[in-house]
């Protein structure tokens, strides 16, 4: 079984950056792709943002993300993490890191939630006006 705990979020003010870590632990060599997701209330989960975990160094950005935020891992310390800049009101959600048995390849983005197998609790981001 694989456990991931997401940590760093917080409340900021427009125009703000945070920065949001994801950490594994247990069977994480089932892991080949780390996401991160999040759910603003009211609103369908959706995709943020996927890395290899292994086998691959594709990164991929849901649209309204790219530019602004960045995600990246550390394999060494079974970490992902996810800076995000120039924050808008419209990014308060809670952004939930999640792990995949399946591979990010350049045919797919990892922006299917149902490809992911682990999931954490969430972390809670509020971006104020």
């Known amino acids: 079984q694989v456990q991931l705990v997401e940590s760093g979020g917080g409340l900021v003010q427009a125009g703000g950056s945070l920065r949001l870590s994801c950490g594994a632990s247990g069977h994480t060599f089932n892991i080949y792709t780390m996401g991160w997701f999040r759910q603003a209330p009211g609103k369908e989960r959706e995709f943020v943002s996927a890395i290899n975990w292994s086998g691959g160094d594709y990164i991929y950005y849901a649209d309204s993300m790219k530019g602004r935020f960045t995600i990246s891992r550390d394999n060494a310390k079974n970490m992902v993490y996810l800076q995000m800049n120039s924050l808008e009101p419209e990014d308060t959600a809670v952004y939930y890191c999640?792990?995949?048995?399946?591979?990010?390849?350049?045919?797919?983005?990892?922006?299917?939630?149902?490809?992911?197998?682990?999931w954490g609790q969430g972390t809670q981001v509020t971006v104020s006006s």
């Open positions: 999640a792990g995949s048995r399946y591979v990010l390849t350049e045919y797919g983005s990892g922006a299917n939630e149902k490809e992911y197998d682990y």
